[in-house]
């Protein structure tokens, strides 16, 4: 059929405050490791996970303790690991922090300076940066090397939302994710950035548009929309 597996994706929260439900997820994040290697698809997507009542910097602690033996084991593995940039704070169980610490900038170059192997890097979507208020193009520029995998998703900021509940709320409250070109994310911007940076990974298309969730038909309609979109975009290198 010509479809392939870019990576194998499993996103539970690792540093839960739960010990038991954190325990299960690490265990299963390195069984998904090996079965990406046993696979020879060299590739695992998955979060970094985050205590949603905890500080940053008290989860920073817990991720240098957990993510250690975790990464250890996907050098061994030969697998790539990318970590979405999706901060997992949409719900009021997951308030105030999220649960998910690689979220920005900043804190994957901390990340990274902590476990500076090539086979810890991100599963990087535009989308999670825009209603941060984050340039969702310029982070490419110091962290390509970093993308193992990359996302092709968008999403609308509701400006006069936002103008009425702040940044405080829920950002399902003032943000809607969307298809490719259905948001604010410039594509032709960041496909000239990625290939002028190196990258030539997968982009995949992330379907979360509520109006073509509801049946495996609108699904499919989503994916021939996105695809017709970006085609032009990527050209004949995909």
Avoid at 211 to 224: H, I, M, T
Wanted: with cysteine; charged share 20%.
């Amino acid at each position: 059929t010509g479809v392939a597996i870019s990576g194998l994706g499993y996103y539970p929260n690792a540093l839960a405050a739960d010990p038991d439900e954190a325990r299960v997820a690490q265990e299963h994040i390195k069984a998904v490791i090996s079965a990406s290697a046993d696979l020879g698809i060299g590739r695992m997507n998955t979060f970094i996970g985050r205590d949603p009542k905890a500080s940053v910097e008290e989860s920073f602690a817990s991720f240098v303790q957990v993510w250690g033996p975790i990464l250890n084991h996907a050098e061994e593995k030969k697998v790539k690991i990318g970590i979405e940039n999706c901060p997992m704070f949409f719900s009021q169980d997951e308030w105030p922090g999220g649960k998910n610490l690689a979220t920005t900038p900043a804190m994957w170059r901390r990340m990274f300076a902590e476990f500076p192997t090539e086979f810890f890097g991100l599963n990087y979507d535009p989308s999670h940066l825009v209603w941060q208020m984050i340039d969702p193009i310029e982070p490419i520029f110091e962290f390509a090397g970093r993308i193992h995998h990359a996302h092709a998703k968008d999403c609308r900021v509701d400006r006069h939302r936002l103008g009425q509940v702040g940044i405080m709320a829920t950002p399902l409250e003032y943000h809607t994710p969307k298809l490719p070109g259905l948001g604010e994310v410039n594509w032709g911007r960041y496909f000239s950035v990625l290939s002028d940076c190196g990258y030539t990974g997968p982009v995949c298309v992330e379907v979360e548009d509520r109006p073509y969730e509801a049946s495996l038909q609108g699904r499919k309609a989503a994916l021939v929309q996105s695809y017709r979109y970006l085609r032009p975009l990527i050209g004949e290198f995909a």
